[in-house]
């Protein structure tokens, strides 16, 4: 099971991923968010 989004390890892609999601939920645009296309993103970042 990959952890990490581009790499086995925590990568620029993880550090660069993290505020867009937070900003999503922050300001409750979830609808730009599909966990369901996506689920290991959405494991990733859960």
Known sequence: MQLWLAHEEYSLADIAMVPFFERF???ELT???D???R???GDWYR
Request: net charge negative; aromatic share 8%; proline share 8%.
């Open 25 to 27: 939920e922050v300001n």
């Open 31 to 33: 609808g730009l968010v």
């Open 35 to 37: 966990w369901e296309r």
């Open 39 to 41: 689920p290991a993103v």
